[in-house]
């Protein structure tokens, strides 16, 4: 698949903005109860909504832990308008994974359907990136391959390099990060295996 083929917030039907709103509207939740359960401003999530605002993996994931959805469900098309619709729901298509377009980073989904307990995904840095820039931390267990470039892993406060081929599992609950130590871009194959309370990317 092409990783330039990425999902943005931008106006139309098809944008995370529009999806946001269609989620919001069926959970019954006006925009002032969004904002009180998420802690996102009324103004954001209206600038979001409405396509104005390019929102960051945190903000994304506060307004999703609100209404109780995954990554899956802010980022997937019906599969009725994929040329795949005849699949069973266990299989996702190489050329039919949503990605999420962060700039230096790029979230390629993998997992098939919606799962509360398990999310799928591979991890694209650019040299010189990481993850966010913050130590990132919630109930779940984590793992994972480095596919391509090498990364360093931090996990409470413990550093270490990884290279092609070289895996590792951690307490999610643990503040964590991720960045590309290589001059090329890194490939990580990321492993999500929530709390029922939690469904994350």
């Known amino acids: ?3 330039k083929s990425t999902v943005h917030a931008e106006a139309g039907e098809d944008s995370v903005g529009a999806t946001l709103r269609l989620l919001r509207k069926q959970k019954g939740m006006s925009l002032k109860a969004l904002a009180e359960a998420s802690g996102v401003s009324v103004g954001m999530i209206s600038q979001v909504e409405r396509g104005l ?13 609100a209404l109780n959805v995954s990554f899956q469900e802010l980022f997937t098309k ?4 994929t040329e795949h619709a005849g699949d069973p729901d266990f299989v996702r298509r190489a050329d039919n994974r949503p990605i999420i377009d962060l700039g230096d980073l ?4 993998l997992t098939p359907t919606d799962k509360p307990h398990l999310q799928l995904m591979i991890i694209h840095i650019d040299p010189g990136a990481e993850s966010g820039g913050w130590a990132l931390s919630y109930p779940a ?3 994972g391959l480095v596919i391509s470039g090498e990364v360093l ?3 409470d406060g ?4 990884l290279l092609p081929g070289d895996s590792f599992a951690f307490d999610g ?3 964590h990060s991720l960045s590309n130590v290589s001059s090329e871009t890194a490939s990580v194959l990321w492993i999500i295996g929530a709390v029922q309370f939690d469904r994350h990317l």
């Open 78 to 81: 019906p599969a009725s308008e």
């Open 106 to 109: 790029q979230k390629e989904l």
């Open 141 to 143: 267990e984590k793992g």
């Open 153 to 155: 892993l931090s996990v």
């Open 53 to 65: 605002a390019n929102p960051s993996v945190r903000l994304l994931t506060s307004l999703r832990r």
């Open 1 to 3: 698949m092409d990783r």
């Open 158 to 161: 413990k550093n270490v390099a």
């Open 173 to 175: 609950m643990l503040p």
